[in-house]
């Protein structure tokens, strides 16, 4: 007695999408996805900001102009040069050359405050991929070149100013880039992991064992956690080696931070338990791993991309805040926070504000992730507005 | 209703039972225990302690069998005597190191809680409300960086400002004349002329975060049926608003004390050690790093536990204003 | 004639989409006379429930009405809804005072948070001016009216404790509070089963008798459509393609859409095994509309070269008919 109804009714704007033109009916769900996230502008240029991190964080030796080590006892706490493409004032007027000015340093007697002043004769001539400090790239390949540097090996160039041990706060940056991301990324692929496996679980087999892990995640949730991870990460023996407590940490956070994801996940797989194409993979013969991670995971992997993606920033700023705190990670180890403990002293920090900029990374990464996962979020449903 | 209290006390002793075990384990987590350490600290002032002098104190302190009867030993004395433990750093009873700092940790946390609320509430409805005009877009942004930024980064660059623009940076809670006054009104203008700069640094990400969520549940609700049924039988936009939407969005609002709660007492560690005040913030800081495990862990103990009451509290707040979860309809 | 009550003339309401505009009411035209029943019928996304909505400007964003008149004739002076002020005592006193309205999903149209009785209450003292005391036992009156059993008590009830046959009463309660002479009802059975489908029809048009008023039914059965219409107007795609009394429509369908649709109603014991008729293709984005007449491309009458190049003319015929269709532009009709 009805006519064939497809959508509710009344609302324009949902009869335009449910029946697209051809270009569109015919497009697979990756590219429908796609298309969407690309009229999110914020995102776009965020996945740029972000795949440029990535860049860093695999060359992050040839990306910095100055080895991890390098020191330059004369430039403590220096303010950054500035990069100019030509000078009018050598012998022979103007003339083209990427250079920076050197500074000319003075030490006040009594307060024995090292003030800089910019010195126009002293030319320090800049080029790209010059030899410096040796490294090896990936950790294997030995390799002398760096993106960008002075062309006499050895010459100041702090295009960011240096920090007060006198290290380059370009290339500092650039290390820390590649351990402060990276905790993100590893620490929520780890929680990522774990909510998984019992978010899945917990959704697609309902029941008693969805209950006692939902019980388990309620209480998980409500155990305040960021005094805890401060507890935990204090409690860690003072004498680890860095790379033992990057690892850690980075689980510490993760552990902390896998409740939301399995929430998501279950939430996805309750959903999805009662479609047709579950059932019809089950009386096909599939097992039920098969079914959970090959047939129903697929199906949601946009929104468990943005569910990470979103997940990320939390990480990046508890890493930070805990190392900043000296709690976290901890010399030789660099990441943004400890490089911002060098700011602390409102004595040092009145004097150096660029000792701030790595607090600016924070932010852009943070952002990033944040309006990559906003994107992708909003794209993972091409069909609702 | 009955059922649902039921419910959430269940689940709050739960929690703290868990807060306990995990606190335990952090506290025994490093090498060696108080009675080590005193004995370190007794071998260094020339007086060695026998090898029964200790199993004694191990006896005294509740430290000797196996991690489970420390554990009851402590949680029992915890319970029926209010004891925490001793604080190896202070050499003094755990309760009385924090006991003189709680008020103003509390006190300034509430405050900033209120405060948070009381700014984000209108910004939301409003960045709601007007969507996609120059207001909304202004908070919105704000909302974004609030919630990027971490709060020792906000505290560094409000120090860099002050020092540029004042030369000093403003600490305590109070100026030296009015510090040991009695509470007149002077007294109560110096704490408020103080107490801004701590809850601008403790409270953004707390503001940016309630902004969002108020908004975005508000947007979800402006689009309900019901919000077009009102006005098709003629309810006025301002009383639809207050009535209808607002009245539901409050409730996510309501549960969001769980969450903002440790937000603040952690944006406490960060400007109680940069302005220094005489809150737990760097009390706690300082045992953790010394690894004053009695200390930290019971700091941590008391922040956990006025999370989980405010977390009840918003339960309950939550339980008298939607009439679902109050006659057990839901949840 | 009998008397215009609400006159809607060239009405169009458009949506911005990221994907361009879509015109979902695209040149309206309906007359809803006072004490009859017009039924609005047409497949879903076809602008019916956005036309209604039109009315009392209730359209949100991204939505927005963007020509045509409302002419309301209730009020001693006849006047257009759309060009009235937003605070126009006029528009405050049309909804829910003149004009009734029931919605889809009555438990999502009732806020969950608050009794029924409470808006109710509110609805009638925005209109009538009683006191609280006064309200709350018009409110119980009322209820008892629409068939609410035990009324003194469901007044207190919230709308999650009442199935949604009760919440639908309880909005016709509210909508029928400040006596309307127009009662819209946007697909207010979709959403029920059958039984309580067929008593809301019921309390319908037993109050329509009672209070003579009059009900602009939306709705994509035509079931419904035959027990309560005085006259049907069929909607394809944002237009009205046909018009009729409710008699002439289900004896002589005119516009091979409303054919098409009749066709596809089983009828008891003749369709018994055998495949029902189905309109071929499937509803037009409404993005990309197809050019000429809208139903070419799934018409069996369309003529190449026509109907794909050309808008159809509405026809009106004799008995004031209507059908916008080029098969009756010669013969039978005049051209209007």
Redesign the interface.
């Known amino acids: 007695m009805t006519l064939k109804t497809g959508l509710p009714d009344g609302e324009g704007a949902d009869a335009s999408d449910a029946k697209g033109n051809v270009e569109r009916a015919t497009a697979s769900q990756r590219t429908l996805v796609w298309w969407a996230f690309k009229k999110h502008k914020l995102a776009v240029v965020s996945a740029w900001i972000l795949i440029a991190m990535l860049v860093v964080i695999v060359l992050t030796e040839f990306v910095a102009p100055y080895g991890a080590r390098h020191r330059d006892s004369e430039y403590t706490t220096a303010p950054p040069q500035v990069l100019k493409l030509w000078d009018t004032d050598g012998e022979d007027g103007f003339r083209w050359g990427l250079h920076v000015d050197g500074h000319v340093s003075e030490q006040d007697p009594r307060s024995l405050r090292i003030t800089y002043e910019p010195d126009p004769d002293d030319r320090v001539e800049v080029g790209f991929f010059v030899k410096g400090d040796e490294y090896r790239l990936f950790g294997l390949i030995p390799w002398d070149r760096h993106l960008i540097g002075p062309k006499h090996h050895g010459d100041p160039m702090y295009l960011l100013g240096t920090t007060t041990d006198g290290q380059d706060l370009f290339s500092q940056i650039v290390y820390a880039t590649r351990v402060s991301a990276s905790v993100g990324i590893i620490g929520v692929l780890l929680a990522f992991a774990l909510g998984i496996a019992l978010g899945a679980v917990s959704g697609y087999f309902g029941g008693w064992i969805d209950n006692i892990i939902q019980r388990l995640i309620e209480l998980f949730m409500a155990v305040p956690s960021i005094p805890l991870w401060l507890g935990i990460a204090a409690a860690l023996p003072p004498h680890m080696g860095p790379v033992t407590r990057y690892f850690i940490i980075t689980t510490i956070l993760a552990l902390v931070a896998w409740t939301g994801l399995a929430r998501e996940v279950r939430g996805r797989f309750l959903a999805l338990r009662s479609e047709e194409f579950v059932t019809s993979a089950l009386l096909d013969g599939s097992g039920h791993g098969r079914v959970m991670f090959r047939h129903m995971l697929p199906s949601f992997s946009s929104h468990i991309i943005a569910a990470l993606s979103l997940s990320i920033p939390s990480m990046i700023l508890a890493e930070t805040s805990l190392s900043w705190l000296g709690l976290g990670l901890r010399p030789p180890a660099v990441s943004w926070g400890v490089q911002l403990q060098d700011a602390s002293k409102w004595s040092v920090l009145s004097n150096a504000p660029w000792l701030l900029i790595p607090g600016l990374c924070v932010v852009i990464a943070v952002l990033a992730f944040n309006f990559v996962g906003d994107g992708l979020r909003d794209a993972a449903d091409p069909y609702k507005h | 209703m009955i059922k649902y209290l039921g419910r959430r006390a269940v689940?709050m002793a739960?929690?703290l039972m868990?807060?306990s075990l995990?606190?335990f384990i952090?506290?025994s987590?490093?090498?060696g225990d108080f009675v080590t350490a005193l004995r370190a600290k007794y071998s260094v002032m020339g007086q060695g302690l026998t090898e029964s002098d200790v199993q004694a104190l191990r006896v005294r302190y509740g430290l000797d069998g196996n991690i489970l009867q420390q554990y009851w030993n402590w949680i029992t004395q915890i319970v029926l005597h209010g004891d925490l433990g001793m604080s190896f750093e202070h050499s003094k009873p755990v309760a009385d190191v924090i006991g003189p700092r709680l008020g103003a940790t509390l006190g300034i946390s509430l405050i900033t809680l209120l405060m948070s609320w009381g700014i984000a509430f209108p910004i939301g409805v409003y960045s709601a409300v007007k969507q996609h005009s120059i207001g909304d877009y202004a908070a919105t942004t704000v909302g974004?960086?609030g919630?990027?930024?971490?709060?020792?980064?906000i505290a560094?660059?409000f120090?860099?400002f002050s020092?540029?623009w004042f030369g000093s940076?403003p600490s305590g809670l109070c100026s030296p004349e009015w510090c040991d006054a009695s509470w007149n009104l002077g007294k109560v203008l110096d704490l408020l002329g103080h107490l801004w700069i701590p809850m601008i640094v403790i409270g953004t990400a707390g503001v940016a975060g309630l902004v969002r969520i108020i908004r975005n549940n508000l947007l979800d609700e402006l689009?309900?049926?019901?919000v077009?049924?009102?006005?098709?039988?003629?309810?006025?936009e301002g009383r639809l608003l207050r009535?209808?939407p607002l009245?539901?969005a409050l409730n996510p609002f309501v549960s969001t004390i769980?969450w903002v709660?440790?937000?603040l007492?952690?944006g406490d560690?960060?400007v109680g050690?940069?302005l220094s005040l005489p809150t737990l913030g760097p009390v706690?800081?300082s045992a953790?790093?010394a690894?004053d495990?009695y200390l930290?862990?019971s700091?941590?103990m008391v922040?956990?536990v006025v999370?989980?009451i405010g977390?009840l509290i918003s339960d309950l707040l939550l339980g008298w204003?939607?009439?679902?979860i109050r006659?057990g309809?839901?949840r | 004639m009998e008397q215009p009550l609400l006159e809607i003339s060239g009405l169009r309401t458009g949506f911005d989409t990221y994907d361009g505009k879509v015109r979902a009411v695209d040149g309206v035209d309906l007359t809803v006379h006072a004490g009859k029943t017009l039924c609005v019928v047409g497949e879903s996304g076809c602008g019916k429930s956005v036309t209604a909505r039109s009315i009392l400007r209730l359209v949100d964003a991204p939505g927005r009405i963007e020509g045509g008149k409302v002419v309301w004739h209730g009020d001693d002076e006849p006047f257009d809804v759309l060009s009235l002020d937003h605070d126009d005592r006029r528009l405050q006193r049309l909804r829910g005072g003149e004009i009734g309205m029931i919605f889809q999903e009555p438990s999502a149209s009732l806020l969950q948070l608050r009794t029924i009785g409470a808006q109710l209450i509110e609805t009638i003292r925005i209109h009538t001016g009683l006191d609280k005391k006064a309200a709350r036992a018009r409110a119980i009156a009322l209820l008892d009216q629409v068939g609410i059993p035990d009324p003194e008590r469901r007044v207190d009830a919230y709308p999650f404790q009442l199935s949604g046959g009760m919440c639908q009463r309880a909005m016709i309660a509210i909508a029928l509070c400040a006596n309307p002479s127009l009662l819209i009802a946007d697909e207010p059975t979709t959403a029920l089963d059958v039984t309580t489908q067929a008593r809301i029809l019921d309390l319908i048009r037993d109050l329509q008798a009672e209070h003579s008023m009059a009900v602009m039914f939306i709705t994509h059965d035509l079931g419904v459509v035959a027990e309560l219409a005085d006259e049907v107007a069929v909607m394809y795609l944002g237009r009205v393609v046909e018009r009729a009394g409710v008699e002439e429509l289900f004896a002589d369908p005119k516009h091979p859409y409303t054919k098409q649709l009749l066709a596809s109603v089983p009828v008891l014991g003749r369709d018994r095994g055998r495949d029902l008729p189905t309109i071929p293709g499937i509803v037009p984005n409404p993005l990309h509309r197809p050019r000429g007449c809208s139903f070419h491309p799934r018409c069996a009458e369309a003529i190449a070269g026509r109907c794909d190049v050309d808008d159809p003319p509405e026809v009106v015929f004799d008995d004031g008919r209507t059908a916008e269709c080029v098969l009756y532009d010669e013969n039978e009709g005049v051209r209007a």
């Open positions: 689940y739960a929690t868990a807060i995990v606190v952090i506290i987590l490093p090498p974004f960086l919630l990027a930024v971490p709060n020792f980064l560094l660059i120090i860099y020092v540029t940076v689009r309900r049926p019901y077009t049924a009102a006005r098709a039988r003629g309810v006025s009535r209808y009245r539901v769980g709660l440790p937000l007492l952690v560690i960060v050690q940069i706690l800081l953790l790093k690894q495990m930290a862990g700091i941590i922040l956990s999370t989980v977390t204003l939607d009439p679902r006659l309809h839901q």
